[in-house]
């Protein structure tokens, strides 16, 4: 296991209406090849702004991204530096992601033309990369609208193969198909993960789902991670309140008579985030001086980074208890 | 391209253009035109610029359209004058889409600064009245049917760019233009391979509108003696030698039917093609 | 004597390609007070039948058999007729506040606008309703979000807003198509918890419509499983979770990520695709997927079987029939 992509301090804003806004305010985050980290927050939490600043399409404003060694810097108009294209993205939108006047193999070819490859032999490989998603070889010569929603974003991901990509940035990658082709493209993203050794960056707003396939998990809100750590220890003992509150509003599909609860509030607004730790003004914990100072990002003995003041770093996770 | 023909042969719906009268009467008068265009040296009853007849014939079997004021056969000059009309005006668009296509899609790809100082620059020609500026421009060059030609294209590329900009506005927005980028594509490249195809539907049926323009504007410049110079057999200059003969009413007729029915039948396909291809071209068009 | 007793529901709808039926034969029934879940996935018909309660149906779609309303048929009732209906006995929210809301107008405006319809009240009156509605939704400040417009509120206190209108005038059953499914997690526990508490207090009965079966465990009394516009199965709610008899419920009970093997990181889903309107298989529309189909199954339609009082399923072959211990396949 070797870490791929590693962030410190990052913090990404963007215009709205002539207005700056820090989505991602100060994040450290690391992903190594081989493994699935869930990214995963709520509306507004900045996991999306940050997906997209990894791969170099924003800009972070302060720290730094490094992948493999080297630090990301934004797109410009020419062309990608070839260390980089082994950083990839699949998109949430699989009708924005494909171009509907060009032929598929061509799309996927694009990866393979650029780096050199002749157009003949790079179709070829198109057609090798469209069986490996499942897809048939002769797609290659179809269009976008002759497919499904679901086989549209296993395209998108043939296309990130051709540039065989160490590490891929899935941004909500399933949250726009159906209950089918969300198993089938996960599913593929799963094995490919483990054929190619790569790392993948999933970011969802499905919990469940982020629970079945991801090894890490790292917790957004309001720009902040407020909890990383593997999936078993953050579902079945949380150790931050907001992470707690999220899984305890988890609905469970079993029949029993168990409620849902809910988190009352609602997001601050990014523009203006509450003083210190910016959950404490929906957190049931929250003590005095959760208002002061924002907690930084502590390890715990267990392994996991979490920013409360209720843990202490280097030791085990308290058990939170929440009324 | 191709695209568009590939619809045009397979649209059946009430769409298609072979459906709508107007674009069938367009075609045929276009065709009509090119023919005669095509075939003048044999079609022509007489040279076009042999003096032989006497001045200002009345219209008769000898002279369906009567002659001029040096004693030449209108009518050959008509058919004459389209060898010059259609190919330079079509020339004339194909130079103008090419330039302002062009224009737009480095506005559109590159943003920021360069962006706002191309539109700086497309509002200042907008600013002018075509006639005026092509007139300005013509007279600034000398008074030759090539400087017209400059001088039309002048005038119409903007209309192109403005188009072609705000559909690469649009089409950046799309993740496979990202996704381009990502794999490595350079700003160009994503411009000819991804962009390009998207835009050659929308600027082709703006062109088909555009031609009528470009030709009337070119006889315009003809007219006001900036075109085509004696003795060319160019519609516009006949029509202007109508203007001061004006009791004399052939001479300056017909040539203006010629230019009325060749400009009305672009304007039929244009607007044929337009409706029938994509209803969304032309809310970018009227933007 | 239920409050909505619909039988033999049939919803035919035009498409390009000539007439479908969208919604097969479908009966169904809701209490007063009970709160119903209709699950599917997308072309099941859950939301037609939710829009022929209202004669909300796309234009030239056509409802056949009998729905009856608080003990009168209303499938036939003209539009005026529908009109009384819509608002003030049955009210329905959307899946997306943001396009339910009109983004013009106030908050004050948009819930009061039907309360004088229905009722005629004076403006003062009906501003005092509003005021309680606001409050009733946990809206804070309600005062404050009267004179404020969809636009500054978030989604989920959008959806509080949306469902807020929709008991202006205190309809008896409420059919909410998506409520949460727009929503992040914490905020549909939220919306649910409302729900939940409006039927207990104003006897509210609900026809829930949702793919979700976390959502549906959590809210609904009993539950309704659709497929190609027929019912495959329906039931209490944890008898039939815990205890699913139709291949489809099975299917899709395994499919939740959830549920998987436990070592996997492969998620299990029902092979092949829920059909489109127009070209549902014969017989039993999910023969071309079910792992247990016959011969038969693809010839004739599945008539009801009745496992308990309160459990049927429409299959004939009821693999399942022997009692099994819930969770192995």
Same mark, same amino acid.
């Given at each position: 296991?070797?870490?791929?992509?590693?962030?410190?301090?990052?913090?990404?804003?963007?215009?709205?209406?002539?207005?700056?806004?820090?989505?991602?305010?100060?994040?450290?985050?690391?992903?190594?090849?081989?493994?699935?980290?869930?990214?995963?927050?709520?509306?507004?939490?900045? &996991?999306?702004?940050?997906?997209?600043?990894?791969?170099?399409?924003?800009?972070?404003?302060?720290?730094?991204?490094?992948?493999?060694?080297? &630090?990301?810097?934004?797109?410009?108009?020419?062309?990608?530096?070839?260390?980089?294209?082994?950083?990839?993205?699949?998109?949430?939108?699989?009708?924005?992601?494909?171009?509907?006047?060009?032929?598929?193999?061509?799309?996927?070819?694009?990866?393979?033309?650029?780096?050199?490859?002749?157009?003949?032999?790079?179709?070829?490989?198109?057609?090798?990369?469209?069986?490996?998603?499942?897809?048939?070889?002769?797609?290659?010569?179809?269009?976008?609208?002759?497919?499904?929603?679901?086989?549209?974003?296993?395209?998108?991901?043939?296309?990130?193969?051709?540039?065989?990509?160490?590490?891929?940035?899935?941004?909500?990658?399933?949250?726009?198909?159906?209950?089918?082709?969300?198993?089938?493209?996960?599913?593929?993203?799963?094995?490919?993960?483990?054929?190619?050794?790569?790392?993948?960056?999933?970011?969802?707003?499905?919990?469940?789902?982020?629970?079945?396939?991801?090894?890490?998990?790292?917790?957004?809100?309001?720009? &902040?991670?407020?909890?990383?750590?593997?999936?078993?220890?953050?579902?079945?003992?949380?150790?931050?309140?907001?992470?707690?509150?999220?899984?305890?509003?988890?609905?469970?599909?079993?029949?029993?008579?168990?409620?849902?609860?809910?988190?009352?509030?609602?997001?601050?607004?990014?523009?203006?985030?509450?003083?210190?730790?910016?959950?404490?003004?929906?957190?049931?914990?929250?003590?005095?001086?959760?208002?002061?100072?924002?907690?930084?990002?502590?390890?715990?003995?267990?392994?996991?980074?979490?920013?409360?003041?209720?843990?202490?770093?280097?030791?085990?996770?308290?058990?939170?208890?929440?009324? | 391209?191709?695209?568009?023909?590939?619809?045009?042969?397979?649209?059946?719906?009430?769409?298609?253009?072979?459906?709508?009268?107007?674009?069938?009467?367009?075609?045929?008068?276009?065709?009509?035109?090119?023919?005669?265009?095509?075939?003048?040296?044999?079609?022509?009853?007489?040279?076009?610029?042999?003096?032989?007849?006497?001045?200002?014939?009345?219209?008769?079997?000898?002279?369906?359209?009567?002659?001029?004021?040096?004693?030449?056969?209108?009518? @050959?000059?008509?058919?004459?004058?389209?060898?010059? @009309?259609?190919?330079?005006?079509?020339?004339?668009?194909?130079?103008?889409?090419?330039?302002?296509?062009?224009?737009?899609?480095?506005?559109?790809?590159?943003?920021?600064?360069?962006?706002?100082?191309?539109?700086?620059?497309?509002?200042?020609?907008?600013?002018?009245?075509?006639?005026?500026?092509?007139?300005?421009?013509?007279?600034?060059?000398?008074?030759?049917?090539?400087?017209?030609?400059?001088?039309?294209?002048?005038?119409?590329?903007?209309?192109?760019?403005?188009?072609?900009?705000?559909?690469?506005?649009?089409?950046?927005?799309?993740?496979?233009?990202?996704?381009?980028?990502?794999?490595?594509?350079?700003?160009?490249?994503?411009?000819?391979?991804?962009?390009?195809?998207?835009?050659?539907?929308?600027?082709?049926?703006?062109?088909?509108?555009?031609?009528?323009?470009?030709?009337?504007?070119?006889?315009?410049?003809?007219?006001?003696?900036?075109?085509?110079?004696?003795?060319?057999?160019?519609?516009?200059?006949?029509?202007?030698?109508?203007?001061?003969?004006?009791?004399?009413?052939?001479?300056?007729?017909?040539?203006?039917?010629?230019?009325?029915?060749?400009?009305?039948?672009?304007?039929?396909?244009?607007?044929?093609?337009?409706?029938?291809?994509?209803?969304?071209?032309?809310?970018?068009?009227?933007? | 004597?239920?409050?909505?007793?619909?039988?033999?529901?049939?919803?035919?709808?035009?498409?390009?390609?000539?007439?479908?039926?969208?919604?097969?034969?479908?009966?169904?029934?809701?209490?007063?007070?009970?709160?119903?879940?209709?699950?599917?996935?997308?072309?099941?018909?859950?939301?037609?039948?939710?829009?022929?309660?209202?004669?909300?149906?796309?234009?030239?779609?056509?409802?056949?058999?009998?729905?009856?309303?608080?003990?009168?048929?209303?499938?036939?009732?003209?539009?005026?007729?529908?009109?009384?209906?819509?608002?003030?006995?049955?009210?329905?929210?959307?899946?997306?506040?943001?396009?339910?809301?009109?983004?013009?107008?106030?908050?004050?405006?948009?819930?009061?606008?039907?309360?004088?319809?229905?009722?005629?009240?004076?403006?003062?009156?009906?501003?005092?309703?509003?005021?309680?509605?606001?409050?009733?939704?946990?809206?804070?400040?309600?005062?404050?979000?009267?004179?404020?417009?969809?636009?500054?509120?978030?989604?989920?206190?959008?959806?509080?807003?949306?469902?807020?209108?929709?008991?202006?005038?205190?309809?008896?059953?409420?059919?909410?198509?998506?409520?949460?499914?727009?929503?992040?997690?914490?905020?549909?526990?939220?919306?649910?918890?409302?729900?939940?508490?409006?039927?207990?207090?104003?006897?509210?009965?609900?026809?829930?419509?949702?793919?979700?079966?976390?959502?549906?465990?959590?809210?609904?009394?009993?539950?309704?499983?659709?497929?190609?516009?027929?019912?495959?199965?329906?039931?209490?709610?944890?008898?039939?979770?815990?205890?699913?008899?139709?291949?489809?419920?099975?299917?899709?009970?395994?499919?939740?990520?959830?549920?998987?093997?436990?070592?996997?990181?492969?998620?299990?889903?029902?092979?092949?695709?829920?059909?489109?309107?127009?070209?549902?298989?014969?017989?039993?529309?999910?023969?071309?997927?079910?792992?247990?189909?016959?011969?038969?199954?693809?010839?004739?339609?599945?008539?009801?079987?009745?496992?308990?009082?309160?459990?049927?399923?429409?299959?004939?072959?009821?693999?399942?029939?022997?009692?099994?211990?819930?969770?192995?396949?």
């Amino acid at each position: 296991m070797k870490e791929i992509l590693n962030l410190k301090n990052v913090a990404v804003e963007y215009d709205r209406h002539g207005r700056k806004v820090r989505a991602v305010a100060g994040v450290d985050l690391t992903l190594n090849s081989g493994e699935i980290l869930g990214l995963v927050g709520e509306s507004g939490c900045g &996991k999306s702004t940050l997906g997209k600043a990894i791969v170099g399409i924003l800009s972070p404003i302060t720290g730094e991204i490094v992948f493999d060694g080297q &630090k990301v810097k934004k797109l410009t108009r020419g062309k990608r530096p070839d260390h980089f294209r082994n950083l990839q993205m699949v998109f949430q939108d699989p009708y924005g992601s494909l171009n509907p006047r060009r032929k598929i193999g061509m799309q996927i070819a694009d990866g393979l033309i650029v780096a050199g490859m002749s157009k003949k032999l790079a179709l070829v490989k198109a057609a090798d990369l469209l069986e490996k998603v499942g897809l048939p070889r002769n797609a290659v010569d179809r269009f976008a609208h002759q497919f499904s929603g679901g086989q549209r974003q296993r395209i998108s991901i043939a296309r990130a193969l051709a540039a065989a990509p160490t590490a891929i940035i899935a941004d909500e990658p399933i949250s726009a198909l159906d209950t089918s082709s969300q198993a089938q493209v996960a599913n593929l993203l799963v094995n490919l993960v483990d054929e190619f050794d790569m790392g993948m960056v999933f970011i969802s707003h499905d919990l469940s789902i982020v629970r079945r396939i991801s090894d890490r998990v790292a917790v957004m809100y309001l720009g &902040k991670i407020v909890e990383v750590g593997t999936v078993d220890q953050i579902w079945n003992n949380p150790s931050h309140p907001y992470t707690r509150a999220l899984i305890s509003a988890i609905p469970h599909a079993d029949g029993t008579s168990f409620m849902p609860k809910d988190l009352p509030g609602d997001v601050p607004n990014p523009m203006s985030p509450p003083s210190g730790c910016r959950f404490h003004p929906r957190c049931p914990l929250a003590k005095p001086e959760c208002s002061g100072n924002e907690p930084e990002l502590r390890r715990l003995a267990d392994g996991r980074d979490v920013s409360c003041v209720l843990q202490t770093a280097g030791s085990q996770p308290v058990t939170l208890t929440l009324n | 391209m191709s695209t568009i023909l590939k619809k045009l042969k397979r649209s059946k719906n009430a769409n298609s253009i072979w459906r709508q009268p107007l674009a069938v009467v367009g075609i045929s008068i276009i065709a009509i035109w090119t023919f005669l265009a095509i075939f003048a040296p044999w079609i022509a009853p007489y040279n076009p610029n042999a003096q032989d007849a006497d001045k200002f014939l009345t219209p008769s079997a000898a002279h369906w359209m009567g002659t001029d004021e040096l004693g030449r056969d209108i009518w @050959s000059r008509i058919i004459h004058g389209a060898r010059i @009309s259609l190919p330079y005006s079509l020339l004339l668009v194909v130079l103008s889409a090419a330039i302002g296509s062009i224009i737009g899609a480095i506005s559109g790809y590159a943003g920021g600064k360069i962006d706002s100082f191309i539109m700086r620059v497309t509002d200042v020609f907008f600013a002018f009245p075509g006639i005026v500026l092509a007139m300005a421009v013509a007279a600034a060059l000398g008074p030759q049917i090539r400087n017209a030609v400059i001088a039309v294209t002048i005038v119409a590329w903007p209309v192109y760019a403005r188009l072609v900009r705000g559909l690469i506005l649009n089409a950046k927005q799309n993740d496979y233009v990202t996704a381009s980028a990502l794999l490595g594509s350079s700003a160009l490249r994503t411009m000819v391979v991804d962009l390009r195809p998207n835009l050659s539907g929308p600027v082709f049926v703006l062109a088909s509108l555009e031609v009528g323009n470009a030709l009337l504007l070119l006889s315009g410049l003809s007219f006001l003696g900036l075109g085509a110079q004696p003795p060319a057999a160019e519609w516009g200059s006949m029509v202007s030698m109508g203007a001061v003969n004006f009791d004399r009413w052939w001479v300056g007729l017909f040539p203006g039917l010629a230019i009325l029915t060749a400009v009305l039948a672009f304007n039929f396909i244009g607007d044929s093609l337009r409706d029938a291809l994509d209803p969304r071209t032309a809310k970018a068009l009227r933007d | 004597m239920n409050l909505l007793t619909v039988e033999n529901l049939t919803v035919t709808l035009a498409t390009g390609s000539g007439e479908a039926q969208a919604v097969r034969n479908l009966s169904f029934n809701v209490g007063r007070g009970e709160i119903l879940g209709v699950a599917g996935e997308s072309g099941s018909g859950k939301t037609m039948t939710a829009l022929s309660m209202l004669g909300l149906l796309p234009y030239k779609g056509k409802a056949s058999g009998s729905i009856m309303f608080d003990g009168r048929e209303i499938l036939t009732s003209t539009k005026r007729e529908y009109r009384d209906i819509r608002g003030k006995e049955i009210a329905m929210i959307f899946q997306d506040p943001m396009t339910s809301l009109h983004p013009m107008l106030t908050v004050e405006v948009q819930l009061t606008e039907h309360l004088r319809h229905h009722r005629k009240v004076s403006k003062a009156a009906a501003r005092n309703s509003a005021l309680e509605l606001l409050a009733t939704v946990k809206i804070p400040e309600p005062a404050a979000a009267l004179s404020a417009h969809p636009s500054q509120f978030s989604g989920g206190m959008r959806q509080r807003i949306a469902i807020a209108m929709a008991l202006a005038c205190e309809p008896k059953l409420l059919i909410a198509d998506e409520p949460t499914t727009a929503l992040d997690v914490t905020v549909q526990a939220g919306i649910l918890k409302l729900l939940h508490q409006l039927r207990t207090d104003r006897n509210l009965s609900v026809m829930v419509i949702t793919h979700d079966l976390g959502v549906l465990s959590s809210l609904t009394d009993r539950i309704m499983i659709m497929y190609a516009g027929s019912e495959v199965e329906s039931g209490a709610t944890s008898d039939l979770l815990k205890n699913p008899r139709h291949p489809y419920t099975k299917g899709l009970i395994a499919a939740l990520p959830g549920n998987s093997e436990v070592n996997s990181k492969n998620l299990l889903s029902i092979d092949g695709m829920p059909p489109e309107l127009g070209n549902f298989p014969t017989g039993c529309a999910f023969h071309t997927r079910c792992k247990f189909a016959k011969a038969s199954c693809k010839e004739t339609l599945p008539e009801v079987l009745n496992l308990t009082s309160n459990h049927r399923i429409f299959c004939p072959v009821n693999p399942f029939s022997e009692l099994s211990n819930s969770g192995s396949n």
